[in-house]
């Protein structure tokens, strides 16, 4: 019998915020690979820290590290206020959240959030500043109307366990150019989850279960790779090399197509790691109500050397 596991509460610093933020992803869209699925996330590149929100925020997919804009005066860029979608939401508080994304504007988003309070975003959204094409990195809450239903799913998804991926190489050690990476979930980070909330007057019974995962390398490359399942172990005993191991079906594995250190490069690619929940729930005792795919992320930061530079710091 498949094991359950009770969800808890999430206490850790930025977490808190997202308590009440992220809500359900019902209709497919463009995929966020740090971790919005179907729900209208941009499609994006993780490159370094101070590209990450605008990047997700212009929506743009690209080959290389975002280049710099020349500034256009203020007095001749016309500035607008979008709304954040919820995936967008949820990928920018898990950047934010993070060591390597605190001094982002993500990080002073989920400040923010941190100051209104777990209860705030029941009555407010999340928008964020365009001026032209540029995404000025600035957010503001507006008030809004929430459904029980919507007031449910948000409070359930920030109980979803974060990410707890294997990693070979494991993360302390560097990834050889054009050599895979494998990713995978070991049985105990990878089960469905119970809970009964309530909302007001309404005890909810939510369920939902992890039925794959998206790697986002980070490197220019914009290498993204869409698992189903929880991937397959490398094995270390296999007579397969690597690569074989990588083609195999089931299995995980990302390539890196640039090296960090050096040449304006940074130190690690920043890239992400997101879990898709298929989610559900119901008022005790009646049908069970479909909320689609629900994501979860985690950042993850990788060091790439090619074959020669790693030959040549072994024999020192």
Same mark, same amino acid.
């Given at each position: 019998?498949?094991?359950? !596991?009770?969800?808890?509460?999430? /206490? ?32 994006? /590149?993780? /490159? ?18 975002? !280049? !710099? ?6 007095? !001749? ?6 709304? *954040? ?17 605190? /001094? ?9 959030? #941190? ?16 001026? +032209? ?9 507006? &008030? ?25 190489? &494991? ?19 990878? %089960? ?9 007057? *309404?005890?909810a019974e939510v369920e939902a279960v992890p ?16 698992? #189903? ?15 074989? #191991? ?12 640039? *090296?960090?250190g050096g040449r304006g490069r940074p130190a690690?690619?920043? +890239?992400?790691? @997101? ?10 005792? #009646? ?13 993850? %930061?990788?060091? *790439?050397?090619?074959? @020669? ?8």
């Amino acid at each position: 019998m498949t094991r359950r !596991r009770t969800l808890t509460r999430r /206490t850790a610093a930025g977490l808190v915020a997202a308590a009440v933020l992220v809500a359900t992803l019902g209709a497919p869209g463009a995929a966020v690979p740090a971790g919005a699925a179907s729900g209208g996330g941009a499609r994006s /590149t993780v /490159t370094t820290a101070g590209d990450i929100v605008t990047t997700v925020l212009l929506g743009t997919s690209t080959t290389r590290t975002t !280049r !710099r804009r020349i500034p256009v005066p203020p007095s !001749r860029r016309r500035c607008s206020w979008a709304a *954040v979608t919820d995936g967008t939401l949820e990928w920018l508080v898990a950047v934010g959240s993070s060591t390597v994304g605190r /001094t982002t504007p993500a990080g002073v988003l989920v400040d923010q959030l #941190q100051a209104l309070g777990a209860d705030a975003l029941l009555t407010r959204s999340v928008q964020a500043e365009r001026c +032209g094409r540029v995404a000025t990195g600035r957010f503001r809450t507006v &008030p809004t109307t929430v459904t029980t239903s919507s007031a449910l799913v948000r409070t359930m998804v920030t109980r979803l366990p974060p990410p707890v991926p294997t990693r070979s190489p &494991p993360p302390e050690a560097p990834v050889l150019l054009g050599e895979p990476a494998f990713t995978w979930f070991d049985p105990p980070h990878w %089960q469905p989850v119970r809970a009964v909330l309530r909302v007001g007057s *309404v005890a909810a019974e939510v369920e939902a279960v992890p039925v794959g995962f998206r790697v986002v390398a980070g490197d220019p490359g914009g290498h993204v790779v869409e698992c #189903q399942g929880p991937g397959v172990p490398y094995d270390p005993a296999d007579r397969r090399t690597p690569a074989a #191991q990588a083609g195999a079906p089931g299995r995980c594995a990302s390539v890196f197509t640039a *090296v960090t250190g050096g040449r304006g490069r940074p130190a690690s690619w920043l +890239g992400t790691v @997101t879990v898709q929940w298929s989610a559900r729930w119901r008022v005790v005792g #009646q049908a069970w109500r479909p909320l689609g795919l629900v994501p979860r992320t985690r950042v993850v %930061q990788r060091q *790439v050397r090619d074959a @020669t530079t790693a030959v040549e710091t072994t024999r020192r």
